[in-house]
Structure formats: structure tokens, C-alpha cells
């Protein structure tokens, strides 16, 4: 059969917007996870949900309507990790004031095009080096210290995420198959709380907290996750597809949609690279459809958004280990990519130093591990790794 005619026209499209939409349905794991312990109420975990869901979801509807291809704008899971990882060291209202000034700094350096010049000024991999640091205590170490504690519960859904990876691929999200298999162990444990009600979502504002340690830790970081992180490899994998995405138009929309929709608790709205390898690579069918597969993820994303307030009651339904163990699976997969990009040089001395900095729990001048992983990493890399620094390559964007 022809491709991109018959049933593959419809069924490839769908195949992608179903995989992607099942990775979100199972990273809804870390802000629930989040709540649990940075002590949220039902109303802000409830309004964070919504707008990390929602926002982006409405975002990708319009933007893949108004350009007809594929441009799938997600709640920036790197940044999801990273503020869980924060949780114990910035009130809730710091970092929705950080990430609210990082949205401005990505909006000023889109429309200025000086994105470029941020990366000769902070490496990716030093970056990179900090959040393995963030990763690895306590998200992870969290997750692999609950396993002693609740054998069976983690144990089969760290089992069932492993042999989801080796057997079916991409087929089936391994995360959503850990999620799964978790929830039914729990089930048959007897282990799970009461079963909750359907709720619509409470929407509530958070006023944000400009504090000056929240803004020179956290808001660089977000920044590189936005940019260059997110933004600038999936511009040029979509071009690789023969696609035109506008980008500065997506430079505006990850702006401004970061600023917006942490009004509603912190969040970085950007294209993803996992994603738009999922609806706009040669699985999601002939290049004329794959727009679909974004609109089906989208609409997938709103259901999830529509659905804050029933996500929230899960707090009392699904026991904290599992969600330990999920939220730990997918800070894996972030720590595999990133501890990547700290040894694949050019740059490694520094990078590690950032790592090393990011595990301590280095306090000095009243400032925390975060900020003095990025200086640290900096000054080491100036100093000892010019060279290096130099043979840096960005990826080559265009202005549109």
C-alpha cells in the first residue's frame, strides 16, 4: 500500500498521537509527586496541573492549525524534574517568581536573537552537570531507598518499566507501563487509598516571589532548558523532516506562555525533542498527515488538564512509593541525557564540578548548591578549559 494512503493515512498519525499522549498521562506522576512534598494544597496542585496541561495543549492546537504541520509544545518535563528537585530549598511562590522572569529573559532573547550568545556565556553541559546533581539526590536516590521499603510495590513497577523497554520499545511508553502494573500490585496489596471522585480542576493564582537567590539559581537554569535544551534541537529536528517551523514565533510562544501559565505555578512551556520525534518522524505516517498526531496528543493533554481535579484526590489513592518509584524511572531517563551531554565534551572538568556541587548540600553566602554548581562549573571551565569552551557548537537556528 502506498504510504500516507488507505488506513496508514490515519492509523500512523494516531499510533503517535496515542504514544505521545500516554507519556503524558504517566508523567503526571511528578507534580503529584511534588505536592506530596512541598505541602500544596488541593487548590494549587490542582491549578499547576491545569496549566502545565492545558496551556501547552491549546498552544499546539493553534499553532499546528495556523502553520498545517506538527509543533508540540509541552510543559517542559527537565523543568518539572528540576523544580520537584528544589522543592525543600525555594518557597512555591519563589519559584513561580523564577520562572516567571525566565519566561521574560526567553521572550527577550528570541525576539533579539541572542540565544546563540547565552550559550557561549553558560554551556549547556555545565547545565546539564546541575541537573544531574538535582536528579540524583533526592529524586532518585529517593525512589531506590523506597524499594527497601516496599519490595514488591516498586520492585515490580521498576521490573515492569525495564522489561517495557526491552520488549516493546517505543511501542508502549515504559513509563505508562510501570504506572500501570504499579497501580494493579498496589490494587491486589490492598495497598491503594480511597478511590476518588470526578472534580473539575480549582484554578487558583499564585502571586509570585522575586527573591534574589530564587532568581540567580533557578532562573539561568530554566532559561538553558527552554532554549537550548528544548527549543533549539527540536527546530532543527523538524527541519530535518522537511518542515518550516516559525521560530520566532515559538521563541514568543514559549515566552510568553511561560509567564502566563506560572501565574498558575512554576512551568516552562517549549517544543520538545521526544515529542516532535514522535509526531513529526517518518511513525506518524506521510509528511501531508502528521500534523494530526499532534492534534491527537493535544487533545489528549486537555483531557488530562480538565481532569486536575480528579489527579489531585490521587495524592490519597496511590501510595507515595509508587509514586516515588514512577517519578524516579523518569528521572532515569532524564539523568541518562544528561550525565550524556556532561561526558561527551567538549567541556568536562567543569560540568563535573557542577555535578559534584549539585549532589553536596553546599549552603554559603545564603545562597544554596544550585547557584555554586553553575559558578563553580563556570569558573573551573574558564579556567582550566578555554579551549575547549571555544570548539562549543550550537545548534544553527534561523530567524522566522
Known amino acids: 500500500m502506498v504510504e500516507g494512503t488507505g488506513y496508514r493515512r490515519f492509523l500512523r498519525p494516531l499510533a503517535a498521537g496515542l504514544s505521545l499522549s500516554a507519556v503524558y498521562v504517566a508523567v503526571v506522576a511528578i507534580p503529584l509527586d511534588a505536592a506530596a512534598g512541598s505541602g500544596l494544597t488541593a487548590a494549587e496542585t490542582s491549578a499547576w496541573i491545569f496549566a502545565v496541561w492545558g496551556l501547552p495543549a491549546v498552544l499546539t492546537i493553534i499553532l499546528t492549525i495556523r502553520y498545517r504541520q506538527p509543533i508540540p509544545i509541552t510543559g517542559n518535563i527537565f523543568i518539572l524534574i528540576f523544580v520537584l528537585s528544589l522543592g525543600g530549598e525555594l518557597s512555591w511562590s519563589e519559584l513561580v517568581g523564577a520562572t516567571v522572569v525566565a519566561g521574560a529573559f526567553v521572550l527577550l532573547l528570541g525576539l533579539t536573537g541572542l540565544t546563540h550568545r547565552l550559550a557561549q556565556l553558560l554551556p549547556s553541559p555545565i547545565v546539564y552537570g546541575l541537573l544531574a546533581g538535582a536528579i540524583l539526590d533526592p529524586l532518585l536516590s529517593e525512589s531506590i531507598t523506597s524499594l527497601g521499603a516496599s519490595t514488591l510495590l516498586v520492585g515490580s513497577t521498576f521490573l515492569a518499566y525495564f522489561l517495557s523497554a526491552a520488549f516493546l520499545g517505543q511501542r508502549v511508553p515504559a513509563l505508562l507501563s510501570a504506572l500501570v502494573v504499579g497501580v494493579i500490585v498496589a490494587l491486589v496489596s490492598s495497598e491503594m487509598g480511597p478511590a476518588p471522585d470526578l472534580a473539575w480542576p480549582q484554578v487558583t493564582l499564585t502571586a509570585p516571589d522575586f ?174 578549559e578555554r579551549k575547549q569552551w571555544s570548539e562549543i557548537e550550537v545548534a544553527p537556528t534561523k530567524p522566522g
Do not use: C, K
Open 211 to 384: 527573591t534574589f537567590e530564587a532568581l540567580v539559581t533557578a532562573t539561568p537554569v530554566l532559561v538553558i532548558f527552554i532554549t537550548l535544551q528544548a527549543n533549539a534541537p527540536s527546530l532543527v529536528y523538524l527541519r530535518s523532516q522537511d518542515f518550516d517551523p516559525p521560530e520566532r514565533a515559538l521563541s514568543f510562544v514559549s515566552g510568553a506562555g511561560t509567564m502566563l501559565g506560572s501565574a498558575f505555578g512554576p512551568m516552562g512551556v517549549s517544543l520538545s525533542l521526544p515529542a516532535s520525534a514522535l509526531v513529526a518522524g517518518p511513525d506518524a505516517g506521510g509528511h501531508e498527515g502528521r500534523h494530526w498526531a499532534a492534534h491527537i496528543a493535544a487533545g489528549a493533554s486537555v483531557l488530562v488538564a480538565l481532569s486536575a481535579g480528579f489527579a489531585i484526590q490521587l495524592l490519597e489513592f496511590i501510595p507515595e512509593a509508587l509514586l516515588d518509584a514512577v517519578v524516579g524511572l523518569a528521572a532515569l531517563t532524564i539523568l541518562t541525557r544528561a550525565l550524556a551531554e556532561v561526558t561527551r565534551g567538549p567541556l568536562i572538568l567543569g560540568p563535573v564540578v557542577a555535578f559534584a556541587v549539585a549532589v553536596s548540600e553546599l549552603q554559603l553566602l545564603g545562597l544554596g548548591r544550585f547557584f555554586w554548581a553553575i559558578l563553580f562549573g563556570v569558573g573551573v571551565s574558564l579556567l582550566l
